[in-house]
């Protein structure tokens, strides 16, 4: 029988984890489950209100310390934006987001690795980047043949 996503997805949980010297809980597997279904960048605030329908006695507390540990883990990325909440992001491919200043969606935008490339050999001679963080801000309003997206 072949592997399910969310059986190869737990797979790569556990994996990690172990090899951070920690183990999968269900609360992690369930946070990380949760960042796998709905990519739209939620907040630990949204995180803990998914994650509450399935283990109703989680804290809000936990929520943070799970998001904490898979971001360490290098399983999530965490976005942030001036003066917002983080918000978290499972895909794990360079990309850049766009942020939506009227909704507050935040959408993954793949880039040209050649871009990437374009950028990280603007740094200074003798430096190296381990990431790239480009972030376009705006909005979709006014703009012919756009639809409107909302978190």
């Given at each position: 029988m072949?592997?399910?996503?969310?059986?190869t997805s737990s797979a790569a949980l556990n994996q990690r984890l172990a090899n951070s010297g920690l183990r999968a809980t269900p609360q992690r597997e369930l946070v990380y489950q949760v960042l796998l279904n709905k990519r739209d960048h939620p907040t630990a605030d949204e995180v803990f209100g998914r994650v509450k329908t399935d283990l109703p006695g989680i804290?809000?507390?936990?929520?943070?310390?799970?998001?904490e540990t898979l971001v360490q883990c290098g399983l999530v990325r965490a976005v942030n934006f001036e003066r917002t909440s983080t918000r978290y992001c499972?895909?794990?491919?360079?990309?850049?987001?766009?942020?939506?200043?009227?909704?507050g969606a935040t959408l993954d935008v793949d880039l040209p690795p050649a871009l990437l490339a374009d950028l990280k050999s603007a740094l200074p001679p003798g430096f190296d980047a381990s990431a790239v963080e480009v972030t376009f801000r705006g909005s979709a309003a006014g703009v012919p043949g756009t639809?409107?997206?909302?978190?």
């Open positions: 072949p592997e399910t996503s969310t059986q804290s809000l507390a936990t929520v943070y310390n799970c998001l499972p895909n794990l491919t360079p990309h850049a987001h766009f942020h939506d200043e009227e909704t639809q409107r997206f909302s978190p």
